[in-house]
């Protein structure tokens, strides 16, 4: 038997997975990519790590822009996730507190690879619980969700003013803090 001939074929494949995975990443970079250029005047945007926008490099990426003179502000919300990721998820949460209380927009990917929203309340107390909210929320709207090659990515659009679990949100005449989180959903959905 010619053992040059078999390593040689082993190299051949090890070539082509490496020149997928390359390929694969650039797209992958290229489509996170498209993304940063709105944070400019266009767009309110932040992410994780700490000046990721900046350096172009975010795990999640958050942005926000008015869309009419009633107040409505469209949120956009995406982090490069491994393309077999599932039960994952990133969020973007409103809060009057400086920890992640209140209103909360899920975006994830579920146990089939699916991406789905959803809508979710963080509750006060000593221990954080996230509870699923069932069914529409009058003024959010969810615009599009989608998957490909490891970018998870959803858009939403939030009237200025819209109730959650019996709490008001003003997005014109209150203040905010906008807050994203990104990991593993446990078995209810919940974060």
């Known amino acids: 038997m010619n053992f040059s ?3 040689l074929k082993l190299i051949l494949v090890n070539l082509i997975l490496i020149s997928t995975t390359l390929i694969e990443s650039q797209m992958i970079k290229d489509d996170m990519n498209e993304i940063y250029p709105k944070c400019t005047t266009e767009r309110l945007c932040f992410g994780l790590p700490e000046n990721c926008v900046t350096n172009k490099n975010c795990k999640v990426l958050a942005s926000s822009l008015k869309k009419d003179t009633t107040g409505a502000i469209q949120f956009e919300i995406a982090s490069q996730l491994d393309v077999t990721a599932k039960n994952t998820y990133i969020a973007l949460g409103l809060s009057k507190e ?32 996230n509870q699923v909210i069932p069914g529409d929320i009058t003024g959010i709207k969810f615009d ?42 446990n078995e209810s959905k919940n974060l």
Not at 158 to 169: E, L, M, P, W
Request: aromatic letters at 10%; a positive charge.
């Open 5 to 7: 001939n078999v390593k």
């Open 98 to 129: 400086v920890k992640m209380y209140g209103s909360v927009i899920q975006c994830y990917v579920d146990e089939s690879g699916v991406a789905k929203m959803g809508l979710s309340h963080n509750e006060f107390g000593p221990r954080h619980t």
């Open 144 to 185: 599009s969700m989608t998957f490909t090659d490891g970018l998870l990515k959803c858009v939403w659009t939030r009237n200025a003013k819209t109730t959650v679990k019996g709490q008001s949100y003003d997005l014109i005449n209150s203040a905010y803090h906008l807050q994203i989180a990104t990991g593993e959903m």
